[in-house]
């Protein structure tokens, strides 16, 4: 189970908006992430985690995104679990086998 968000999404959603305007803009661009967060109250670490992880999802940023992310997760817990029932079957199997008839 995941653990709580410690932020909502609509702050989330706002502070990577400002963040990518502020971007835009050459003048401000200097240290946008971490004057963003003091106003808003975020870590400047969390912040910046953010916005790398929005610009991957975007395409801007080069890296695994969220959705393959996932679905690499989901697909690593599958071949596991089959791992598991192929071992239990083999086991059983052998065991059978060596029974005398």
């Not at 803009?25 to 953010?50: H, K, S, V, Y």
């Not at 610009?55 to 996932?70: A, F, H, M, N, Q």
Request: cysteine-free; proline content about 6%; glycine content about 6%.
């Amino acid at each position: 189970m995941a653990a709580p968000k410690k932020y909502p999404d609509e702050l989330r959603e706002r502070a990577i908006r400002m963040v990518v305007d502020a971007r835009r803009d050459p003048e401000t661009r200097q240290g946008a992430i971490a004057r963003i967060a003091g106003q808003l109250g975020i870590n400047p670490e969390t912040l910046r985690t953010w916005v790398k992880r929005t610009e991957i999802d975007e395409g801007l940023r080069p890296g695994t995104t969220t959705l393959d992310g996932d679905r690499i997760a989901e697909l690593e817990r599958e071949n596991r679990e089959l791992r598991r029932a192929n071992h239990i079957l083999k086991t059983a199997s052998a065991f059978f086998a060596s029974m005398p008839k």
